[in-house]
């Protein structure tokens, strides 16, 4: 019999032992689903913060400058405010601390790619635009005076996310925040009709030995006609029809483009586009006569131009200084056209003789004064210089003489290009 009462009583331990494992396990799992019930809540209340202050960001930093590239907009504080408040979070109003100016939850400044950087973004109230030429990325990345970027943060705090099984454990509710910066970087896109002309200019032209976007030197554009030795086979440009995939770029496909309405369509950087550095006579025939009828260059109606014509074309990759038939697009530039030959070589007939050009001297040169003395005063004026060697620009046949335009200029494009001094309009979320 007692063997028999032994037997039973370890029986009756071994429930109370499976009584207090089934009571503890349960108490486990009702802590794991109420982890992952309320968990799964906050992911969904943190995404519609997220949501909000991405739109804040993006809608700041589309803005963060003037339509002329001239200022940082200090309204730009302001139309994230609104982008982000505009959202709400399981129906209530996303909050975000700005009152107005720089401070706070909404904040504009600079954002740097440096991966040793503590923070990337440094907030700065700085309104005035920073030179895009003549400077390294690398040191526009460095400089916390380059705005770049607009950072918004929003909250559920005064309104906290509220707890659903976690509360047993005695977490009533949860206070969030995000945040979000959007980045505006260099034009890597052109959106249509944000090229002027059926021109596109070599990258190689317009920087300097370090790869730096320059305004130092003025360069010239042969359109397909033999230069000086020197020249064979080193341009500075050529004629495009926009065209991506490429097609052929030829007379039929670029004279309807000259002097339209520019790009019918957008133009992607890191894509190939049809061009050629062959001459297309019909196409540049039509230019000069634009060039010599276009309202405002001719200041004393003498029949030729003596203002600078303000164009944005694509910028093209030129392996060997030599356009090829489907150039890659890598950027954007806006230059100043100021001068045009025909069928003149050797004659100097139409050399310039008066040009105006915001921040260069005057170049005037008197009625009686030797032609080729006149063209060699104009080179030496703005500093225009043969690409493969630097000697001063010759006198040529149907060439397009001109100046990389180093002002501040509208915004165009997406983010993601190279800098030809010309910043991107919509910008790219980078936190």
């Known amino acids: 019999m007692k063997k028999h009462s032994g037997l039973f009583q370890w029986r009756g331990n071994d429930r109370g032992v499976a009584m207090l494992l089934a009571t503890v396990a349960l108490f486990v799992l009702i802590g794991f689903a109420a982890l992952a019930i309320d968990v799964g809540h906050l992911y969904v209340v943190w995404n519609e913060l997220k949501n ?17 590239g001239t200022s940082v907009n200090p309204g730009a504080n302001q139309a994230a405010y609104d982008a982000a408040t505009a959202n709400q979070s399981e129906k209530t109003a996303v909050e975000v601390n700005w009152t107005g100016g720089n401070t706070g939850d909404v904040q504009r400044g600079h954002w740097t790619f440096d991966p040793t950087a503590t923070d990337p973004f440094t907030p700065n109230s700085s309104l005035a635009p920073v030179d895009l030429w003549d400077v390294s990325t690398a040191e526009l990345d460095a400089n916390p005076n380059f705005i770049n970027a607009v950072r918004v943060k929003t909250r559920r705090q005064a309104t906290p996310a509220a707890s659903f099984f976690a509360r047993i454990f005695g977490f009533q509710d949860f206070s969030l925040t995000a945040v979000s910066v959007a980045y505006i970087g260099f034009s890597g896109s052109i959106e249509p009709h944000g090229a002027d002309q059926p021109i596109a200019i070599c990258r190689q032209a317009i920087v300097d030995a370090s790869g730096n976007y320059t305004c130092y030197y003025g360069r010239m554009i042969n359109s397909g006609s033999p230069g000086t030795a020197s020249q064979n086979g080193h341009q500075t440009g050529g004629w495009t029809n926009f065209s991506q995939p490429c097609k052929t770029a030829n007379a039929n496909s670029v004279k309807p483009l000259v002097c339209a309405s520019g790009n019918p369509a957008p133009i992607n950087f890191g894509q190939g586009m049809g061009t050629t550095g062959g001459e297309v006579q019909t196409a540049f025939d039509d230019l000069i006569s634009c ?14 131009p003596d203002r600078p014509w303000t164009l944005t074309l694509p910028v093209i990759d030129c392996p060997g200084n030599n356009t090829g038939n489907c150039s890659s697009v890598v950027g954007t530039v806006t230059l100043n056209i100021i001068w045009m030959t025909a069928n003149d070589k050797n004659q100097y007939k139409e050399v310039p003789r008066y040009m105006e050009v915001p921040g260069k001297p005057i170049y005037r040169c008197p009625t009686g004064t030797p032609g080729q003395q006149c063209w060699n005063q104009f080179v030496s004026n703005f500093n225009l210089q043969d690409v493969l060697n630097g000697t001063p620009a010759p006198y040529e046949n149907k060439t397009i003489y001109f100046l990389p335009d180093c002002t501040p200029h509208e915004p165009t494009g997406i983010s993601g290009g190279q800098n030809y001094g010309v910043l991107a309009k919509i910008p790219v979320l980078v936190q």
Do not use: H, M, T
């Open 291 to 304: 060039w010599k009828n276009r309202p405002g260059l001719d200041s004393d109606g003498d029949g030729w």
């Open 52 to 68: 909000a202050a991405d739109a804040g960001a993006l809608a700041g930093a589309r803005v963060l400058y003037n339509n002329n």
